[in-house]
Each structure stands twice: as C-alpha cells, then as structure tokens.
C-alpha cells in the first residue's frame, strides 16, 4: 500500500522529499478552486508566479492577468482570485496568469515532484481516482496563510485522506490527525469551515458566493496538473 502525508504549510515543505511523489497544492479560499474553475469554464492554460512584478511583466503576451494579495484585487491587475468570475464562460479560448497570497508560492515550491496536481473540492472525486490510477505515493501540500496552519486547507486533506484509505496508508501524524478531523466534522463542511479565520476575511470583502463555491463538492469531473513545460492544464 502506498503512503500519503500532509504538509501544513510552504514553510514546512523542505522537510519532506518530494521526489517521486505526487504532489497535490491546495489552498481552498480560493487559489486552487479558481484555477479549477477557469480551467473548466475555457482558460486553456494557467502560468503561476510568486511575485506580483513576474505576473505583470507577462501583460503584454496575451495573457488575462490575475492578481490577489490579503483577499483583494491587487494594483494593475485584470482579475483577482474569484472563481465565480470565470463560471459564465466569457474568458474561454485564454490563457491566465496568476499570483496568489500562498497557492501559487505552494506550487512553486512544490517543484520537484513526480506530479503537480491541484486539489478542490469541486474536482474532489475526478482528482482521487486520477491519484489512484497512478500507484504513487502523495503529498498534500496545503498553502495555509502566509505560513500559518489553516482550517480549510488541512480539511481537504484529511478528506483525501479518507477517499484514498484503499490505497494509501496515513503513516504520519498529520494525516492521521486530519483524517480524524474529516470524520469528526466533514458531515457539514460550511458550517465547520464558517469558523476559519480565512472565510471571515473573505465574508469581510462580501464574497459568500465565493465560499459557497469553494465548498461544493464534485462540480467537475476535471484534473488539474502542471505539464513539462510548468503550465496548469486539464490532464
């Protein structure tokens, strides 16, 4: 049987061996929700970047530009991180690039790995049979807050845990224990996660149809992984 581990934060990933592994960066509020989003709803490709200035710099290539710091729209960018602004369509046939507050430094930091994948509950199911198919150990990389442990993001992963029981081992303590938080509480993953600190500061900016997004399960039967060349694209 193969293993699977949790990682809190891109502060703590230089403590586990990526190499080989599946990787799966999730940041729930609402990087990686966005990115699968748009990608079902048209956007051909995503390229992420870590710093605001790498993303503008690109503006001139083509590309829809999408920039969040602290849960807003950043300075001179097109789009923020909403996944609800791509539901209707209206950006199909583009390619994005985006920087986030933590999903994006997740994903650049998650380099290395056999495979990149990006975990949402809106692409839940589709994502863990992915994971299964492949026979690899996994890492659940969460973005957490500006280093910090978050609630939303460690739920997820203790949900993934549980969906993959047949076929991976949770051998570390931070599995094990976000498997238990799964089972105690991920009956009602909105009321739950209506006490996480990062849904207050998003109800703080009047986005709820983001949350409500964010936490829908099985939307999509879509994975979401970076290719050779660094992009996020459909598998």
Known sequence: MRKVEVCFSPELIHLY???????????????TSTMVAAL???????????????????SDQGYLIAGERDGLTAPGFEM?????????????GRKLAMT??????????SAGAFEILIGA??????????IQSLERDVLIHCAGWKGRFNLEDSLYAGALVK??????????????AMLA????????????????????????HHIENDIDFCLTLDLYNLV??????GFLVKA
């Open 17 to 31: 061996e990526l190499e080989g592994k599946i990787v799966v960066v999730v940041d729930i509020f609402r990087a």
């Open 40 to 58: 079902a709803h048209g956007i051909t490709e995503i390229k992420t970047f870590a710093e605001l200035e790498e993303c503008l710099a690109i």
């Open 80 to 92: 923020g991180n909403s996944p609800v602004a791509y539901l209707n369509g209206d950006f199909a």
């Open 100 to 109: 986030t507050t933590n999903g994006t430094q997740a994903i650049h930091k």
């Open 121 to 130: 509950f809106p692409n839940f199911a589709a994502t863990t049979r992915y």
């Open 163 to 176: 969906a993959l029981e047949k076929s991976h081992s949770p051998e570390e303590d931070g599995a094990l």
């Open 181 to 204: 938080l799964f089972e105690k509480e991920g009956h009602d993953l909105k009321g739950f996660l209506s006490q996480a600190s990062h849904a207050k500061r998003l109800q703080n």
């Open 224 to 229: 979401v992984k970076m290719d050779a060349r």
